[in-house]
Antibody
Framework: EVQLVESGGGLVQPGGSLRLSCAAS????????MSWLRQAPGKGLEWVAN????????YYVDSVKGRFTISRDNAKNSLYLQMNSLRAADTAVYYC????????WGQGTLVTVSS | DIQLTQSPSFLSASVGDRVTITCRAS??????LAWYQQKPGKAPKLLIY???TLQSGVPSRFSGSGSGTEFTLTISSLQPEDFATYYC?????????FGQGTKVEIK
């Protein structure tokens, strides 16, 4: 059974940093692209970033370029999102997902950016 | 960026109704379009990918069609568990974008 479990969310002040993690199991992690997506409270879905199987390519939505970094550790079956210079507009539930048509999603972790 | 516009944004329907949701893209996305269902407090669930392929385990009352710039999601006979919000997403071009969502509520 495919499982994706996010962690690392919480309350952070504007300008602060946070690192999200996603633990994957139930599939051969190193053979799939992986994604982060988010959903602001009461709003729609937004794709944030994705990363190739070996980590050699990453793509980002413009609003996070230069502030967020997606990475992975295939030995640990783990996906990460380093978030710097956080803004109130980054407040959202963050989901990790398997990137094959975004076919499996984690349960999400809430990030709140507020003073 | 490619804009996806769903219509309607809100739909009130009864159990047993046939429901159709449309997703229009601002430029062609070939067949790189997916549909998701999301219930309150839960992660989205993939229903349809490649515009018309039913994801494993999804009931056959769900179907998708279209290519290029116009796509539809059809529920042939609405069931109580289908009341949710539905999103389309294009995966043809970065950044990947979603429609604004269609909330299906009980009439």
């Amino acid at each position: 059974e495919v499982q994706l479990v996010e962690s690392g969310g919480g309350l952070v002040q504007p300008g602060g940093s946070l690192r999200l993690s996603c633990a994957a199991s139930g599939f051969t992690f190193r053979t799939f692209w992986m994604s982060w997506l988010r959903q602001a409270p009461g709003k729609g879905l937004e794709w944030v970033a994705n990363i190739k199987e070996d980590g050699s390519e990453q793509y980002y939505v413009d609003s996070v370029k230069g502030r967020f970094t997606i990475s992975r550790d295939n030995a640990k079956n783990s996906l990460y999102l380093q978030m710097n210079s956080l803004r109130a507009a980054d407040t959202a539930v963050y989901y990790c997902a398997r990137d094959r048509w975004t076919d499996y999603w984690g349960q999400g972790t809430l990030v709140t950016v507020s003073s | 960026d490619i804009q996806l516009t769903q219509s309607p944004s809100f739909l009130s329907a009864s159990v047993g109704d046939r429901v159709t949701i449309t997703c229009r893209a601002s430029q062609g996305v070939s067949s790189y379009l997916a549909w998701y269902q999301q219930k309150p407090g839960k992660a989205p669930k993939l229903l349809i990918y490649a515009a018309s392929t039913l994801q494993s385990g999804v009931p056959s009352r769900f179907s998708g069609s279209g290519s290029g710039t116009e796509f539809t999601l059809t529920i042939s006979s609405l069931q109580p568990e289908d009341f949710a919000t539905y999103y389309c997403q294009q995966l043809n071009t970065y950044p990947r974008t979603f429609g604004q969502g269609t909330k299906v509520e009980i009439k």
